[in-house]
Antibody
């Protein structure tokens, strides 16, 4: 059974750096074809993909946010960490992580975490 | 960037009646591997998104067969054959061929 859970601060100040952790079970990032992505959702707004990391440490970033994002993995802890620099009130959102894998075709975001709500305010 | 445009953005429906949501992509979603990575997600109020459909027309496990997906290239549709009260929520299309992009969402409510 695949589960994911996001954790991190509920409040950060403008200009600070955000660190979010996705802790998962039921799969391994040592397995070929597996990955974890981050998606966010401002209150009342649409979903926005942010970043993704694959089992082989290949990484993808949203072009509009690439300069501010870093995604890493710790396979021994079954965790994926997302850092976002220079936080702004417009970054207030619920942040989700989600699973993907390859099984003859790509299988994107079939399992999601519950999300963690972050507020950016001074 | 690939832009995904959904319509309508709001969809009042009567229980038992059909519903249809359109999703158009600014670029063809046919991947180099021959697959079309277009998915549909349902987000009920206060919940995480749940994937309903993957690769245009494949239903996820546990998804009622009243949900169906169709389309090709740049034009895609999600249909609910007979809406039930539990279908209330926001529906998103997402493309995974050119990185990942979501549509603006379509809010389905009971009339």
């Amino acid at each position: 059974q695949i589960t994911l859970k996001e954790s991190g601060p509920t409040l950060v100040k403008p200009t600070q750096t955000l660190t979010l952790t996705c802790t998962f079970s039921g799969f391994s990032l040592n397995t070929s074809g597996v990955g974890v992505g981050w998606i966010r959702q401002p209150p009342g707004k649409a979903l926005e993909w942010l970043a993704l990391i694959y089992w082989d440490d290949d990484k993808r970033y949203s072009p509009s946010l690439e300069s501010r994002l870093t995604i890493t993995k710790d396979t021994s802890k079954n965790q994926v960490v997302l850092t976002m620099t220079n936080m702004d009130p417009v970054d207030t959102a619920t942040y989700f992580c989600a699973h993907l894998d390859w099984n003859y075709t790509w299988n994107f975001f079939d399992f999601w975490g519950q999300g963690t709500l972050l507020t950016v305010s001074s | 960037d690939v832009v995904m445009t959904q319509s309508p953005l709001s969809l009042p429906v009567i229980v038992g009646q059909p519903a249809s949501i359109s999703c158009r992509s600014s670029h063809s979603l046919v991947n180099n591997d021959g697959n079309t990575y277009l998915s549909w997600f349902q987000q009920r109020p206060g919940q995480s998104p749940r994937r309903l459909i993957y690769r245009v027309s494949n239903r996820d496990s546990g998804v009622p067969d009243r949900f169906s997906g169709s389309g090709s290239g740049t034009d895609f549709t999600l249909k609910i054959s007979r809406v039930e009260a539990e279908d209330v929520g926001v529906y998103y299309c997402m493309q995974g061929t050119h990185r990942w992009t979501f549509g603006q969402g379509t809010k389905v409510e009971i009339k």
